[in-house]
């Protein structure tokens, strides 16, 4: 069947939207003041793994992903009963990469104790800033004491492998806070850090300030230099970009997200989650509620034509970018013959390159993907 091929372990995406303040940027599925629903949502979440792992034949997974919302909020008894659930309806490579999110705040050394115990060997912590008026605009909770201190349980608890989400174009930040905060970050000592660009969504508060003109956005000459001293100083420091906001040192890259980048199947359970499962794409409700209510998940199977552009939309954000030769084992053709014609205006002015059988955006197409992806859609 044109766009499958011979099933490689999964990924495994678990949500979990309990918040305990809702960020003024945030538009994710996450909720504060829920937390008298963790148990049944514990609940509802263990028994998704039990039917989705039956109807796909209990498949082998090799990376595991907490993310939300922060799932250090979910008490640990309730942690376990969901990693053991999973252990016991998926095969969990020995060595599967397992990544679990958390706020500075909010990790305690009884949760790390119980990650470490379940097998978790990879934390994703949202440090964004250094300075304490930039978190307080983003509306964090949390402290750059803070974060020293979670990065101190995590490795107390033997989880050593750490990654730092950092935030750039956040209303007042100059360059001069983007050095602190690449300092900070830098001291604690990450194995990934991962540069993010700031986003307003309708319908937060910061969008709101923002049509009001309560704060205002660097511009977009101010993004690009905060990008690139982003990427300047963590490659000064041994840590590469293998991705367009993510760099890790040697072999830390995180195996979850670029498993999902390069296409691979992956299972997500929980509210919000997605799902890619041999060509079809289910979508769980978005709101807890529903979820909690039984609503199924809304499907979609994937034409050739749409699954072809997403390896390509997915893969050139990749700084390897794509394989012309996989491309042609998924797809059963050639990629130069089903894109050449797209991309060699992308080629020409230096936007994408093509190298040892594989094209990929250079650093000038990186700032400018979009008009590469226009280019691709039939």
Same mark, same amino acid.
């Given at each position: 069947m044109d766009?499958?091929?011979?099933?490689?372990?999964?990924?495994?995406?678990?949500?979990?939207?309990?918040?305990?303040?809702?960020?003024?940027?945030?538009?994710?599925?996450?909720w504060a003041g829920r937390e008298a629903d963790r148990e049944r949502y514990a609940e509802a979440l263990c028994r998704e793994i039990g039917e989705r792992a039956e109807q796909c034949g209990h498949p082998a997974a090799d990376?595991?992903?907490?993310?939300?919302? #922060?799932?250090?909020?979910? %008490?640990?008894? =309730?942690?376990?009963?969901? &990693?053991?659930? /999973? +252990? !016991?309806?998926?095969?969990?490579?020995?060595?599967?990469?397992? #990544?679990?999110?958390?706020? %500075?705040?909010? =990790?305690?050394?009884?949760? &790390?104790?119980? /990650? +470490? !115990?379940?097998?978790c060997n990879?934390?994703?912590?949202?440090?964004?800033?250094?300075?304490?008026?930039?978190?307080?605009?983003?509306?964090?909770?949390?402290? /750059?004491?803070g974060v020293r201190q979670a990065a101190a349980i995590a490795r107390?608890?033997?989880?050593?492998n750490l990654n730092l989400d950092l935030m750039l174009g956040l209303p007042g930040q100059t360059a001069?806070?983007?050095?602190?905060?690449?300092?900070?970050?830098?001291?604690?000592?990450?194995?990934?850090v991962s540069c993010y660009a700031l986003i307003v969504e309708e319908g937060t508060p910061l969008h709101d300030w923002v049509e009001r003109?309560?704060?205002?956005?660097?511009?977009?000459?101010?993004?690009?230099?905060?990008?690139?001293?982003?990427?300047?100083?963590?490659?000064?420091?041994?840590?590469?970009?293998?991705?367009?906001?993510?760099?890790?040192?040697?072999?830390?890259?995180c195996r979850h997200n670029v498993h999902c980048w390069q296409r691979r199947d992956y299972l997500g359970f929980g509210c919000a989650a997605h799902s890619l499962w041999r060509e079809e794409r289910r979508a769980n409700p978005r709101e807890l509620d529903d979820y909690l209510a039984g609503k199924p998940p809304e499907t979609e199977i994937i034409s050739p034509a749409d699954a072809r552009f997403e390896y390509m939309m997915l893969g050139l954000r990749l700084t390897a970018g794509v394989s012309e030769g996989?491309?042609?084992?998924?797809?059963?053709?050639?990629?130069?013959?089903?894109?050449?014609?797209?991309?060699?205006?992308?080629?020409?002015?230096g936007r994408v390159a093509r190298q040892n059988g594989r094209v990929f955006l250079t650093c000038r197409g990186m700032d400018v993907m979009n008009s590469v992806l226009v280019a691709l859609l039939d």
């Open positions: 766009g499958v091929l011979p099933l490689k372990p999964l990924g495994l995406y678990f949500h979990i939207p309990f918040c305990a303040r809702k960020c003024a940027y945030c538009d994710f599925a996450s990376t595991v992903f907490f993310g939300g919302g #922060t799932p250090s909020l979910l %008490p640990p008894e =309730l942690y376990r009963r969901i &990693a053991g659930t /999973l +252990r !016991e309806r998926f095969a969990i490579a020995p060595d599967a990469e397992w #990544t679990v999110e958390c706020n %500075p705040g909010t =990790l305690t050394a009884e949760f &790390a104790a119980a /990650l +470490r !115990e379940s097998g990879r934390l994703s912590m949202g440090m964004q800033a250094a300075q304490p008026e930039l978190l307080r605009t983003l509306g964090r909770i949390h402290t /750059l004491e107390d608890a033997g989880i050593n001069e806070h983007m050095r602190e905060t690449l300092d900070a970050a830098l001291d604690l000592r990450p194995q990934h003109g309560q704060v205002s956005l660097p511009g977009e000459d101010m993004d690009r230099a905060l990008y690139g001293l982003c990427r300047d100083t963590l490659e000064r420091h041994g840590f590469h970009q293998y991705e367009i906001s993510n760099f890790a040192l040697p072999g830390r890259e996989d491309f042609e084992e998924r797809f059963g053709r050639s990629l130069w013959e089903t894109y050449g014609p797209r991309l060699l205006p992308a080629v020409r002015d």
